[in-house]
DNA sequence: TAAAAATACTCCATAGGTATTTTAT
DNA sequence: ATAAAATACCTATGGAGTATTTTTA
């Protein structure tokens, strides 16, 4: 029965100090002086007896050992947090915060379907939504900035985990006067001989159009515009003619009269795996079982299979 | 970055009721006076909100929240404590201690083998061994009172862990005036035939040598006698005749001229399965890697795979 | 020469001690 | 009646503040 020499506010500036790689920053984000911060990480070091970060380097750096203790500091302190949540969830009020990350292919078409009945549902739980790419969810989640992020997997992280949540079809959208606008349906022959509306860098869903389209290893064929937002796509198939992909649930809000543009995909319809993904020891685990629970609810239902088609990687 | 609003050596404290049910041998245990934990559980208490224990009944028992709020706090100091070790083994100075409890059949006949090798190898590697039965392992265990434990699997329990080290085989003693004697081999139907000595209920091994012995689910046949240790059935056989069951490494220890009274079990030989039980998260993992390696390399090599027989399940 | 981090010094909140009372069996 | 836990009160450690110096890019 022993009390470690070092407290939690201690670990808490640790992590906060690699977080933002600056005694300032990170007193800043503790609500805490910087000497106050610098005098706590000295003393964490004389206690623990080795040299955690490197000082003198721009930008600040953990040595190695320095890494392993943070990592596991951040798995302490969130076992701690567990704690409090604990408390919450016994209380059913669901009060409190939950931090989500969504890429943003997902978010404006998603989210709006779920927001308004889980707030009447759940009126204590804040939802505080980031729209970031791929990459940055996962860099915010390894911080713990992010309880939770909902992106398309698989993806493979050591340190993540990930539930799958809905399966969602990618479809064609053509211009009116497009050779392939007069078919119901278009084939990946069809795709991988065209010329393809594309989304910048970042974006998952540009890479598994840019997977769907290409011939086995070979260069991508005939890709050539980007366009930063599937709405921009969307205009620029409008407007110049070609054509783009869109994932299902954006496409549901393209206007009545252009829904005979969308065009299903054959033979076997692409899909992409929207997940979950965490960065275990999970603290708010009821809150995200609720989220979860009513993105499934809210999401049309045939989604929920993956049986309805073929999954696309994008990595 | 918040600081939660309590401190670790609250949460020692409490670790520390809940496994002595009682503020005065807390206290004693942590090293403070009985106000001192009284006045801090109140304290955490009123930062939590809710009751944790239920005062005025004996034994001190928590509430259902309780519990759960002890059983987060034992991870989070886990992972707390790891922190330190992580130091430790950075070095690479296996200094500190490791809390081993091994069940009675095995620690006479199996640590013995260990005990010199490792002290060579690693002299600040300090054993704190303690002969315990299967079921007061898992107490401990549980309680983090013992980081490792060596007994006999499988064994179901959500909470713990195991990895098995190796297969000992289960042999025959038989007096030498007995039926048997003059077989090399005894079969499994000669066993079920036959009186044996058994020891006291608590060893796990009494189970096996049971389990092997009945017929089917029938009731057991010609068991009537019991001692408490292995050394004890042994002399039963050698002085009132009859046989008994032994495991492998406790017979090694018999004398050279009674080692022809040892005999294989046909036509399975009769394994137990010797393993490594933890209570998840586990601090000294190199620890106890380090004993496990030195174990296994000081255990008949054939042991390891349990290709030599059949495994006895006990429970 | 700024910006960033470390140091010096002061204050006060609180953990823990002793002494004592209250509460349960 | 006795053991156990809670309460009262006091002390001292150390965490955080302000002011300032030192260091590095």
């Not at 920053?25 to 007896?49: F, M, N, R």
């Not at 380097?57 to 567990?82: D, M």
């Not at 978010?107 to 709006?112: A, E, S």
Request: aromatic share 8%.
């Amino acid at each position: 029965m022993k009390i470690p020499h070092f407290s939690l506010s201690e670990l808490v500036y640790l992590v906060a100090l690699d977080t933002y790689r600056h005694f300032g920053k990170a007193a800043e984000a503790c609500h805490v002086t910087q000497p106050a911060l610098s005098t706590q990480i000295k003393k964490l070091e004389d206690i623990l007896g080795v040299r955690i970060f490197n000082r003198g380097t721009q930008p600040l750096e953990p040595t190695p050992i320095g890494k392993q203790i943070i990592e596991q500091a951040r798995k302490a302190l969130k076992e701690i947090y567990r704690i409090e949540e604990l408390i919450v969830e016994e209380k059913r009020q669901h009060r409190g915060y939950l931090n989500v990350g969504i890429i943003p292919t997902l978010g404006p078409y998603l989210l709006p379907r779920i927001l308004i009945p889980l707030k009447e549902r759940y009126p204590e739980l804040r939802l505080n939504i980031r729209e970031l790419f791929t990459e940055q969810i996962i860099w915010h989640l390894k911080r713990d900035l992010l309880d939770v992020g909902i992106l398309v997997t698989p993806l493979n992280d050591e340190e993540l985990t990930s539930e799958p949540l809905f399966y969602e079809p990618i479809l064609a959208y053509v211009h009116p006067e497009h050779p392939l606008a007069e078919q119901a349906t278009v084939s990946l022959q069809d795709l991988k001989r065209s010329e393809m509306w594309l989304l910048t860098e970042g974006h998952c869903f540009r890479n598994q159009v840019i997977n769907l389209c290409r011939e086995d290893n070979s260069f991508i064929k005939g890709v050539y515009y980007e366009s930063g937002s599937l709405e921009g796509v969307q205009k620029m198939v409008e407007n110049y003619g070609g054509l783009t992909l869109l994932p299902a649930l954006m496409a549901e809000g393209i206007a009545q009269e252009k829904q005979r543009y969308l065009k299903p995909i054959t033979p076997e319809t692409p899909l992409r795996e929207v997940s979950l993904l965490f960065h275990p020891p999970v603290v708010k685990e009821t809150k995200i079982a609720i989220l979860k629970e009513y993105i499934q609810k809210n999401v049309p239902q045939s989604f929920l299979s993956p049986d309805i088609g073929a999954i696309v990687h994008w990595q």
